[in-house]
């Protein structure tokens, strides 16, 4: 499987899975499950910073840690509307030195559901502007068709709540949108455990993003490790193609020579 | 002399005369890996801290990356 690389906007992926870096126990336990998972794209905030005190940089850390294998994706988690959206993505890009954002524009702070119409705005102008969007969006084919004929570099349809942990709630709109997008789908959001996971790379999904499933798990790197596998093992039951399902038995066993018989 | 104006939507009165004085001030030279800076909400390119002067009423916001999803 060596080959089986995931290529998004010219750039190579020999991981499909993609890490969150919040809400880990603490710094260090985000650095190993970082580097237990894998994973070659760490999900982050941009966020006012404290004039209080200048504390360690995050990029620092990652950088330093994980020595360029690790790239970072900044979020535009939080904001409400395009506008603050395409400013979050600008200052990301500023900071950050990258053109690529994971875009998110929610539209109900309690549900995190994205806002489609700010979220096709935003996606618009941060294309036009010479971003590589990669929007965080709702499990709908129509909403993901969309976004592609905008520009987006992938879509990222959401599993379930953000933070649940709740799977894969409908798992055929997840595999209809991965039969029709023309662009690479990243299942995001929701994934609980590492079957969860498989199942979006069996559905199709060219990657998962998840971050919630392994920050939280009793054991996070070892559940990073898990996850790293899982979605291994499910793209590989991807492309090896299921044995079609059976509404009755079929015997795996040959049916001549039985004894008694 | 000082001005107020917004910092990370905080009114404050500051003395400095450039971005790039109110940010040294703050311990943040330019360069810094990982800062980012609006005025008035458009982005200010680091390069261009120095020549930025502070006027009454500015609303500046300074971010960095930090742990996220």
């Known amino acids: 499987m060596q080959d089986d690389t995931l290529t998004i906007a010219g750039r190579t992926f020999r991981s499909r899975l993609f890490l969150g870096t919040a809400g880990y126990p603490n710094q260090q336990v985000m650095l190993d499950s970082l580097e237990a998972s894998g994973t070659e794209l ?34 535009t988690a939080g904001c409400l509307t395009a506008r603050e959206a395409v400013l979050t993505a600008q200052l990301a890009r500023e900071a950050l030195g990258t053109d690529w954002v994971k875009l998110e524009v929610i539209g109900d702070r309690e549900l995190l559901y994205p806002d489609v119409e700010e979220l096709l705005r935003a996606t618009e102008e941060l294309v036009a502007d010479g971003f590589t969007v990669l929007p965080y969006c709702n499990d709908d084919p129509v909403t993901c ?10 879509v990222m349809p959401l599993g379930a709540f953000i933070g649940s942990g709740l799977g894969i709630r409908n798992p055929h709109a997840i595999e209809t949108i991965c039969a029709r997008s023309p662009v690479p789908v990243v299942l995001d959001a929701g994934i609980g455990t590492a079957s969860d996971a498989a199942l979006a790379m069996e559905l199709g999904c060219s990657a998962v993003l998840l971050n919630t499933a392994v920050s939280k798990a009793r054991d996070p790197v070892r559940m990073a490790a898990a996850m790293r596998d899982a979605v291994s093992a499910g793209r590989s039951a991807r492309l090896a193609g299921r044995m079609p399902k059976r509404a009755f038995a079929e015997p795996s066993s040959p049916q001549l020579g039985l004894i008694g018989t | ?49 120095a020549e930025t002067p502070l006027s009454p009423g500015d609303a500046i916001e300074i971010v960095r990356p930090i742990q996220g999803g």
């Open chain 1, 42 to 75: 760490a999900t982050v905030a941009i966020r006012r910073i404290s004039l209080d005190g200048y504390s360690e940089s995050l990029v620092d850390v990652i950088a330093d840690v994980l020595g360029g294998r690790v790239g970072l994706l900044p979020n």
């Open chain 1, 145 to 154: 068709r969309k976004l592609a004929d905008l520009g987006a570099a992938a």
């Open chain 2, 1 to 49: 002399m000082s001005a107020t104006i917004q910092i990370n939507g905080r009114a404050e009165a500051v003395t400095a005369a450039t971005v790039a004085a109110l940010l040294a001030e703050r311990g943040i030279v330019p360069g810094a890996r990982g800062v980012a800076v609006a005025l008035n909400g458009a982005v200010l390119p680091s390069r261009r801290w």
